[in-house]
């Protein structure tokens, strides 16, 4: 195995560590709280799901090393036709949470009271569709030659490449400009509440400014995941089809394997984003329950006389000693250092 081959196969890794680890907490977020199984909570964990499958598959090739070697073309769309789906899945299935975002914006009432379970079936079926379409004509339309890398990009006939990058191309400028026109409203929207708290009553213009600044929160986290995708999409394509014109066969397979890294990020990005945007993430993810199990089973006694480093966490439960003095307990659960006296008194 070659350096450049390792390192690569350890960056693989790594993004596949820090991706699960995340998409598993917004699974078990989504699950925990009610609040946050909303149309667009239930659309991320959709999309952590497609993620999660292209994590799986990218670790899977590393393993049968699927990078590094020369296959039928065949060969390789049977070994990638899996990822090839939640690929394509998860890129049209941006093109709907930008959809639901505008929806929300624009019919915040109406948008409320559709039907979840439909409403979701609806946003998944055209990612579905282009999906098989993708997989299906790929097969239909194969060619008998060899691809020097074996990859969800290579996999497909160049035909099927070319129409679906096109396709591809149209949805994601779609997807910024329902991002940029929905950023543009809930910025007049806001100015306008603004304007009128001084003529109307303090509750109302309140009320109204609360549910701009909550559509808004929602709407920047939202923008940062489908910002972060259509970078990651456009430099790879770009990256791909220059070197693909422009370079010899050889330095195209050396280089063009390190796309990789540019796209790994999309996969790994939305639990990052939402843990940082969003109180309701923090507070049902994986590790806050680990952190309150730990300080639930925290039974010790600190005397006056010193500060061990346990003290750092939340005493739930304090065991009187003999020689126990007023201590001091800190408590930095809430990332803010709160010091609070106890008087323990020795058991009689």
Not at 66 to 77: I, P
Not at 213 to 226: G, N, P, Q, V, Y
Not at 275 to 300: C, D, E, M, T, W
Request: charged share 20%.
């Amino acid at each position: 195995m070659r350096n450049d081959e390792l390192l690569l196969d350890v960056i693989v890794i790594i993004f596949f560590i820090f991706g699960l680890f995340g998409n598993v907490n917004v699974i078990v977020a989504t699950y925990r709280k009610r609040r946050i199984r909303s149309k667009i909570g239930c659309l991320l964990f959709i999309l952590v799901c497609a993620h999660n499958i292209c994590l799986f598959c990218e670790v899977l090739g590393v393993a049968q090393r699927l990078r590094f070697r020369s296959m039928e073309r065949l060969d390789c769309l049977k070994h990638s036709a899996v990822y090839l789906f939640a690929l394509v899945f998860q890129s049209f299935l941006f093109l709907m949470i930008a959809i639901d975002l505008s929806f929300g914006i624009l019919l915040p009432f109406s948008h409320r009271i559709w039907s979840r379970g439909k409403y979701l079936v609806l946003c998944c079926i055209p990612p579905f569709l282009m999906s098989i379409s993708v997989v299906s004509t790929s097969f239909y339309f194969m060619t008998d030659d060899v691809v020097v890398v074996c990859n969800p990009a290579f996999a497909p006939p160049p035909v099927v490449y070319r129409t679906g990058s096109a396709i591809a191309l149209l949805a994601n400028l779609a997807v910024v400009g329902l991002s940029v026109g929905s950023v543009s409203f809930m910025v007049r929207k806001s100015k306008e509440i603004r304007g009128r708290r001084k003529t109307s009553s303090r509750f109302d213009s309140t009320i109204s400014l609360r549910s701009v600044d909550e559509h808004f929160k929602m709407l920047r986290s939202a923008t940062i995941l489908i910002g972060v995708f259509i970078c990651s999409w456009l430099v790879s394509t770009v990256v791909f089809n220059f070197m693909t014109s422009y370079f010899p066969e050889t330095t195209a397979e050396r280089y063009e394997k390190y796309l990789i890294v540019i796209v790994m990020p999309t996969y790994c990005q939305t639990y990052y984003v939402t843990y940082f945007r969003s109180a309701r993430f923090k507070r049902s993810a994986l590790g806050r329950p680990l952190v309150r199990f730990i300080q639930g089973s925290a039974r010790f006694c600190i005397c006056g006389k010193s500060m061990p480093s346990i003290a750092r966490l939340v005493v739930t439960q304090v065991v009187d000693c003999n020689d126990c003095k007023p201590a001091v307990f800190y408590d930095t659960s809430q990332r803010a250092l709160r010091k609070a006296e106890w008087n323990v008194r020795p058991n009689n």
